[in-house]
T-cell receptor, first 115, second 113 residues
């Protein structure tokens, strides 16, 4: 089965600086890589995702890059703000014929933005 | 409607009780999931219902049993749970044609006493 490793486990960044979180996956067949943000006591929320036919995707201050050869993908947050403080999870899966996604999550990164 | 609704939000149950968690979505998603999340850990997949087919994580004990009455509803029946089953139980749905990505419900925080 799929195995996803995520680093670092904690990250503190000065407000306005950039943050980078990295994940590696084991199953070369995986074709979908979402990132979730989870604030304390709340549900995980999808913030950005990337499919295996794309190398990079950007949405305002958030970007994700994918290197299929090396089997790793990264989340980049620029111009960080206090509201970016949360736990971030990467995930990987092979989206099947019926569209179901059995996500395997990374262990999470606790991001703290220092005002 | 762009939400996954879970009830109850909190549940305290004894080890001899039987209870059910409920999940509902009206986004036309054809796959629904139950995840378990312990504190400071990532969500772990328990069950998937996709196009009326059940897929089970084999590590999930039989005291948890899912039920899918229709494509919009997913229940999780609980029986004879153990204190270590205390966790946040998250329901999610996915797959509308052309769309990937889960929508999670707000979860049920379960405490087994």
């Amino acid at each position: 089965g799929e195995n996803v490793e995520q680093h670092p486990s904690t990250l503190s960044v000065q407000e306005g600086d950039s943050a980078v979180i990295k994940c590696t996956y084991s199953d070369s067949a995986s074709n979908y890589f979402p990132w979730y943000k989870q604030e304390l006591g709340k549900r995980p929320q999808l913030i950005i995702d990337i499919r295996s036919n794309v190398g990079e995707k950007k949405d305002q201050r958030i970007a994700v890059t994918l290197n299929k050869t090396a089997k790793h993908f990264s989340l980049h947050i620029t111009e960080t703000q206090p509201e970016d403080s949360a736990v971030y999870f990467c995930a990987a899966t092979l989206v099947g014929d019926f569209g179901n996604e059995k996500l395997t999550f990374g262990t999470g990164t606790r991001l703290t933005i220092i005002p | 409607d762009t939400e996954v609704t879970q009830t109850p939000k909190h549940l305290v149950m004894g080890m001899t009780n039987k209870k059910s968690l409920k999940c509902e979505q009206h986004m036309g998603h054809r796959a629904m999931y139950w995840y378990k999340q312990k504190a400071k850990k990532p969500p772990e997949l328990m069950f998937v219902y996709s196009y009326e087919k059940l897929s089970i994580n084999e590590s999930v004990p039989s005291r948890f049993s899912p039920e899918c009455p229709n494509s919009s509803l997913l229940n999780l029946h609980l029986h004879a749970l153990q204190p270590e089953d205390s966790a946040l139980y998250l329901c999610a749905s996915s797959y509308r044609t052309g769309d990937y990505g889960y929508t999670f419900g707000s979860g049920t925080r379960l405490t087994v006493v």
